[in-house]
Each structure stands twice: as C-alpha cells, then as structure tokens.
C-alpha cells in the first residue's frame, strides 16, 4: 500500500506496496477508439478514468492550484518481472532512456523539459517502472510526449549502453557505502530467498555488465505492452484534451502479448528463523534490521499491520521510541514500518545504536516480541495512531507531484479511489483482537530475519544473538491466524512589538497551519569554544515545558497530528510548526509554553546531547554527510562559518543545562519574523504573536552579519575506509545575498551546469561515465557564499574527474553560453521555485527565513524576474570572475 512508504538509501525508487490491476476498472469511461473518444464532464477537480481501444489507462485529474502539470507513465515492468540472470535490467533501461530515443538524441528529452523550467526523472521499484515530468502548464504536451517517447522509443545505443552501465556499476557501489541500502539488500536475499524479490532493484555487477541491446529490447517487447500501463495527468489543464493528446501518442500503440498478474508470493507454514547475519565494516555505530514476512498489498490485513507497526514504532510516541530510546536509552533511533509489494511483503524494525548495547537491547527486543500483548495499548494510543495515519494520506495532496503520485499509484494498484476509503474504513475497524492475531500470525521466531551492520573489532556474535531469541522466544508450532475565517485573510506583513514582524500568507487549500519562526543568531551567537550549542539548543527547545514532561508534548503533538520543531543554522535560528487549523486553540498555547517556560529538563538535556553525538558519528559514517559536516571550518577561518555545526562529541559531552538557558536567554530576545501559511484565523494568529514578541523578545542591537576570513589551505582530504567511490568539491568564493546581480548570475550558472542536461553531466557523465551523481551547487548567505562542482567517481579517476571540471570551466571562460542553454537554465529558475515552494511550511519558512535575515520577503521572485535579462556574456563574465580552478578550494573524501 501506498500509505506507509519505507525510504532507504541508496535506493532509486520509493519502496511502496502494491496490488496488481490488471483486471478491468468497472469505472472506466470508454474503451472506444479515437473517433468516439467519450464528452468528459467538467465537474472542478474530478478523476476522469478512460481505456484507450488497446487497454492502455488514461487518468486525468483537474489541479489548478499551481501553474503546474505533472504527468507519469506507470508500467508493469520492474525488477521482480525479470529473471535473475538479467537481473538490473529494468534499472539500466531506466538509465537508458535518457540516452536517446527514435525522435531526441542523447540528453535532450531532460533538455527538452529543463529548457522550459520542469524537470523530469523516472524510477525503477519492484514492481513497475514509472516515467514521470513536471512543466508548467502551457507546456502539458512537451510532458506528455517526452515521456511517452522515453518509454516507447528508446533507442538503446551500445556504445552508450556499454558508458552506462558503467555508471550503474558505480552507483550499485555508492549504494554499499550506505548503511541503509547496505541492511536492506541483506534482509531482502534473506526474507524473499527463492523469490523476484530476492535481488536488488539495481542488479548485481556480473548481471549488469552482461546486458546488451538485444536483452533490453527483448525486455521492452516483453513487457511495455499498453494494456499493463497507466498514464495520469494531473494539474492546471482541459481533461478533454489531454484526452485527445493521450490517444494521439498512444492510442495506435498495439499490444504484442499479454502481461498477466503475477501470484503472490505463499508465506511458508513454517520459517527457517531466527536467523541473523552480522557484518563487520568501518563504521562509528551499529545499524540493526529485523524483518519478518507479511502478505502482499491487496491482503485485507495490510490496514491492520499498518496500524499495528504504527503503534510499535510508528513515530516518537510508540512503544518501541518510549521504551529503548526514551526509557533504557538503549538505541539512537527505532522505527517500525510495514513494506507490502504486489507479491509480499516485509514488517521491518530498523534500530541505530551503540556497539556496547547491542547485547541489552537485543535481550530487551526479544522479550518484548515474545510476549506482545494488543490489550497494553490505550483507546488514546489507538486512536492517535488512526488519527496520524489517515493525516498522511492528507497530507499527500499537498504537492502536485504528491497528489499525482499518489492518485496514479492509487489507480495502477490499489482499485483507485476506492482502495482509499476501503483502506481507512479496515484501518478503523481494526481492534485489539485483531492486532493480536495478525501479530501472532506474522511476527514469529521461526520467520525472523536480521542483518546487523557492527563497527570493526566488535565481539557480538551472530550465534549469540539467536541463542539469545531462541531462549527467550521459542518458536510455537500452529499458531492460528489471527475552512471561513481562513477564507477572507489577505496577505500581510504586520509589526508586532519590539521590532519583531508577522507575515500572514493565507491558503484555503488544506485545513492546515503552517508556521515558521525565525531569529538571526545560531552559531552567530556562539564563540569557538560553545561548537554544536546553538544546535543542541534546538534539540532540547522541544522537549518539555514547566507544565508538560517532554513524553506528554510528543502524546499531546500525536494526538492532535501536529508537529513542532527547532533547528540552528550558522546565522539563524528557528521553531517551526504544522497543525490541523481545527486544532489552532490547542497547539497555540502549547507552542506558547515552548518558547516561553521551556524546562530543559537535565534528563532530556542528556538525551539530546546523546542524539547530537549519535547524529555526528552516523553523519561521519556517509561520505558526503562527512564532506559537509567539515566544509565549512575547512573554507573559512573566521565568524560562524568556521565552526563544525555540531560540534565533537568532546565538546557536546561537556556542555550542560545552564549552557543552554544562557543561549535561548540570548537567543531569544533577538527580533524575530513569524510567518503563518495556510487556513488559519488571523486574529487568534495575531494574538499569539503580540504574546511571544512581549514576553521573549527586547530591544537590542541589529545583529551583524559577519564577512569572514577564508582559509589559506587550498585543498583537505579526508578518509573513509572500505568505502567503494570517491567524492570531490570543488569550491569558489562568491558575494553574498546582498549582490543581487551577482546572485542572478550565479544561480543561472549553477542551473546551466546542473540537471541532466546540464554542462557537467553532459561532460563528465554523459562523455566519460565519471560517475553516477554529478552536479553544482550554490550556496549564499547574507555576506558570503560559494559556488562548488561535485562528482561521486571511482578512486582511480579523481584526477581525470578534477580535469573534467577544469575542462568545462575553461570552455565557459572562453565561449559564451549557448542562447539554447540560458534560456534552459532561466527555465529552471522559474521552475524550480514553484516546484519547491508548493507545501504549506516550504513557504512559511522562505517568507520568515528572508525576512529574518534583513531581505525583503519577493527576493527569490527579484532573482529570477533579474535573471531573465542575463546575457550569454554576463554569465561567462561571472564564470571568469568567481571559478578561477587554480583559486579553488577542493576537498575530497577518499576511501
């Protein structure tokens, strides 16, 4: 099911449940050819559903909230419908339709996209592959077309196919660098052994590297028949014609074979478990998975299964968080989440700790799974965890590429619309009887599976750890299945007291709030010896007020499907909110208490300074997390910037309860800017608002924004062991905010080097097979900023990956840009903000964010309105001004 995704690194696709849907829809409008194509009604915002004469689904849904459309093509086709000695291939298509089709040549289907302002990708999950791009909406068909075009005409050169599937190579390497997708594609070879399911989505690198061109077309002529594929468009368009468009491009396409649904996988009565699997690697913590075997999506029991890892590791106030984080501090983090596919599916409990509690906390697990008991659970626990599970399926329409991706995934798998409201109609029947007996049926010793990533040198022990579960949880034989107010508020910016300032950015769409506060301070109020302060602050902000232990706030945010965050930045600091409107009564005098009466409780002080080292040590064990955590004190030497955000473990360990009250005492009488986006009731808004700016904030000096020093050493290398890819940055000084032209140009640049089409991939992807991930970035605050190039590649090409670099510099100081490429970069400036800026607290937290920080609250819209009348030559100016390769900074993260 589509309700609960499991998001694990390395992986491209969203690993989602799924329900074959090759049987006819009764809903289905016509399945005339195109000369009676059916009169669609016109009702605002209606799914119409329509069979094109070749079987081929037509979805089309009315948005009009965004200049936006988003389209997807779905199709049967992913890596559990291939064999294993062609493992991958599903994924290297997916790769290979960028390469060219009949009617583009290689890398301009994304430039045909990028080059009006969408974006376009695609991805390859278990079950399906799906092609999808957003445009705006006055380029619908290029959309349309584009992919409809990737998917049936692919050319598949070999000479490009043999470049990359070097890339692929060396992305399934990336991936084993990731502790996340590392634990997965161990659990899935143990948990569905013998099955599609078994190997990863990616392929392995013998399979991989004996594909061809014939193989991929005999895949193509296998599979991508239209009768097992679905296109939906959804956004600002005339449903009927998009219609005729549909059967334009697709109507003629005939099928050459029958695509029959694939049975579900039969869990065996009785499992090989408990086994475990434990691997030694170069990491600072401890990544455990245990996994047990579920049935497919379309099982009647998913709702309960769903509802039942809610409540065991849903969120922060699950059994599971409460008892091994909160209570034994046993773990940094736990999570439990069901992944149901078209065929089966997994409960998995994800758990990150340290090496010397492995041994406790499994001892604790096993007890815990060994006498699970559903009449422990509240009616409150229960109907929270309802409450929170249908909040995310809500919230899923936010976005147009939410609403699209979910309505699409509902229609291909799920009986569309109707799979929804029989999924929430099982969800809140489900009871304490059934949750026992699902629980008795599915989680067992006899099937549980577990992957344990341990640090060098570790002594845990595979065996121990099954001794241990069969001694605590023997296996059972027969176990027996079991909006008005809202409406009339105006866009406003409102003084508040002390010289603070409200920012009421109304939207009726969804009966949600979304707030975001923002001070300027953060690490800008920190001296060198107070590194990571600002950031443990903002852990500690959250939990507890004077009147509320920090386990009742996560109860109280739970039962009102709220959340409520604080976060520090080098020159800002920030609380953020989102709430169901109805529940504005409550949240706003607890978020009041918050800010005001916070307890920094000494036990939760601990708890936070555990998780900030938990969070440094995990961020050192990814390449680039560790790239990023040192940049900064790396390029400059002065100010802010040049501390480590977090600080050391060292330096957290001794900072205490009263480093923290002295900071928020600090930090909160800066002046603030609130913004508010969303339904909401300007007035009880503005109430609040007058409250926090008298009781926090006073009149104090305007905050400087440091100019700082940059370092004297040019180049810094760092080393992670038994890593399989190098990373590289390559980093240019630039202005600040505060140098609009500049800025302009510097962001045209940075999307003229960026994106699939863009100058980098094109060269050191695209031309060498460099690497998988290659790209730009741009970074500014209010005084400084940088430009940096980026590529993951192979140890052994990091010079050629460094001339590359020098070698698309060098041609943008010597020629100006092409008249085709700025127009595609000043496309995807205007695109990329409204594709970014399309959920409640995305916007809240710009307005606040710019205001905060001394900007006025349209600068991103200045930007882009300046960087249309960029030239070709302004931008090879700003290229010869700022990228000097010889002036660079480089950092590398070598294994």
């Known amino acids: ?282 990491w600072n913590k401890v990544y455990m998975g245990v996994a047990f075997p579920i049935p497919h999506s379309s099982s009647a029991e998913y709702a309960g299964l769903d509802l039942l890892s809610q409540l065991l590791g849903g969120d922060d106030t699950s059994r599971y968080y409460r008892k091994f984080k909160y209570d034994l501090h046993l773990v940094d983090s736990i999570s439990v989440s069901p992944l149901a596919l ?14 010397d509690k492995v041994d406790a906390f499994w001892r604790e697990l096993t007890s815990d799974l060994a006498s699970f008991d559903a009449t422990v659970f509240t009616d409150r626990e229960i109907d929270r965890a309802r409450l929170n599970l249908e909040d995310s399926l809500f919230l899923a329409k936010e976005t147009l590429s939410g609403l699209a991706s979910k309505t699409a995934f509902l229609q291909f798998f799920e009986n569309g619309e109707q799979g929804e409201k029989d999924y929430l109609f099982a969800l809140n029947q489900a009871d304490r009887s059934e949750l026992q007996s699902l629980y008795d049926e599915y989680v067992r010793p006899d099937r549980m599976a577990s992957a344990v990533l341990l640090p060098e040198q570790t002594t845990v022990k595979a065996e121990a750890l099954e001794a241990i579960t069969e001694q605590g949880w023997p296996v059972r034989n027969n176990v027996k299945k079991a909006k008005a107010a809202a409406a009339e508020a105006k866009e406003q910016v409102i003084d508040l007291p002390n010289g603070n300032r409200l920012v009421l950015l109304p939207d009726a769409t969804l009966p949600y709030t979304a707030m975001s506060l923002y001070w300027t301070g953060g690490d800008g109020e920190l001296t060198p010896d107070q590194e990571g302060l600002a950031s443990l602050t903002a852990k500690a902000l959250t939990r507890g007020t004077l009147t509320m232990s920090a386990t009742e706030v996560q109860e109280f945010l739970a039962d009102h499907a709220a959340s409520l965050g604080a976060s520090a930045g080098r020159n800002i600091f920030a609380v953020e909110a989102k709430f169901p409107t109805r529940f504005t009564g409550d949240i706003l005098p607890l978020l009041t208490d918050v800010l005001t009466s916070p307890s920094f409780d000494l036990a939760e002080v601990d708890r936070s300074k555990q998780d900030q080292i938990a969070a440094i040590k995990s961020r050192e064990d990814r390449p680039l997390g560790l790239a990023f955590r040192h940049l900064f004190p790396f390029l400059y030497k002065s100010g802010p910037y040049a501390l480590l955000h977090q600080g050391t473990p060292e330096e957290v360990e001794k900072l205490g309860q009263s480093d923290i009250m002295r900071f928020w005492g600090r930090q909160a009488m800066q002046p603030m800017t609130i913004a508010v986006c ?25 905050y400087e924004f440091a100019t700082p020093e940059w370092g004297t050493e040019r180049e810094a290398t760092l080393t992670l062991q038994d890593r399989n890819q190098a990373h590289l940055l390559m980093v240019f000084p630039t202005p600040g905010k505060t140098d609009k032209d500049d800025s302009a140009r510097l962001e045209l640049l940075k999307a003229a080097l960026s994106g699939q089409s863009g100058l980098l991939f094109n060269e050191l992807r695209d031309k060498q097979g460099l690497g998988y991930t290659v790209t730009s970035l741009l970074w500014q605050s209010r005084n400084t900023g940088f430009i940096a190039l980026y590529i993951g590649t192979k140890p052994d090409t990091v010079e050629q990956s460094l001339e590359g670099f020098r070698k698309v510099i060098a041609d943008l100081s010597a020629k100006v840009l092409p008249e085709d490429e700025l127009t595609r970069a000043k496309n995807i400036l205007t695109g990329d903000y409204y594709q970014e800026q399309q959920s409640l607290l995305s916007r809240s937290r710009q307005a606040a964010s710019l205001m905060a920080r001394g900007f006025e609250r349209n600068y991103e819209q200045d930007i882009i309105e300046r960087a249309q009348t960029v030239t070709p030559e302004q931008v090879r100016e700003v290229v010869r001004k700022y990228m000097n390769p010889d002036k660079a900074y480089l950092m590398k993260v070598l294994p």
């Open 678 to 702: 969303g339904q909401f009731d300007p007035a009880a808004i503005e109430s609040f608002a007058k409250t926090i700016s008298t009781a926090l904030t006073a009149p104090v000096g305007e």
């Open 1 to 282: 099911m589509f309700r609960k995704l499991l998001m694990l690194t390395g992986m491209l696709a969203l690993l989602v449940g799924c329900q074959s849907t090759m049987k006819k829809n009764t809903d289905i409008a016509s399945q005339s050819p195109a000369t009676a194509l059916p009169s669609l009604d016109k009702e605002d915002g209606a799914t119409h559903l329509v069979r094109l004469s070749n079987g081929l689904t037509v979805l089309i849904k009315e948005d009009d909230r965004f200049p936006l459309v988003n389209t997807r093509l779905y199709v049967h086709a992913g890596s559990a419908y291939e064999t294993p000695d062609i493992a991958g291939i599903s994924h290297q298509l997916e790769h290979m339709v960028f390469k060219g089709t009949k009617k583009r040549g290689m890398g301009e289907s994304a430039r045909a996209i990028e080059a009006v302002g969408g974006n376009v990708n695609a991805a390859t999950s278990f079950d399906y592959t799906v092609y999808y791009a957003e445009v705006p909406d006055n380029d619908w068909k290029l959309g349309m077309d584009v992919i409809t075009d990737m998917a049936f005409n692919a050319s598949i050169d070999p000479v490009e196919l043999e470049s990359e599937k070097k890339v692929v190579l060396s992305e399934l390497k990336r991936g084993e660098d990731s502790p996340g997708s590392k634990l997965f594609k161990t659990l899935q070879h143990m948990v569905w052994k013998g099955t599609p399911y078994e190997w990863p989505i990616i392929g392995y690198p013998e399979t991989v590297g004996a594909l061809t061109r014939e193989k991929i077309k005999a895949y193509i002529g296998r599979l991508y028949q239209p009768q097992s594929m679905l296109l939906a468009v959804v956004g600002k368009v005339d449903p009927q014609e998009v219609l005729a468009e549909a059967e334009r491009l697709l109507g003629s396409k005939q099928n050459t074979g029958t695509v029959l649904p694939p049975e579900p996988f039969v869990i065996p009565e009785a499992g090989q478990g408990p086994k475990v699997v434990t691997l030694p690697g170069k």
């Open 342 to 355: 078209e065929r089966g599916g997994m409960l998995y409990i994800s758990a990150t700790m340290d090496a």
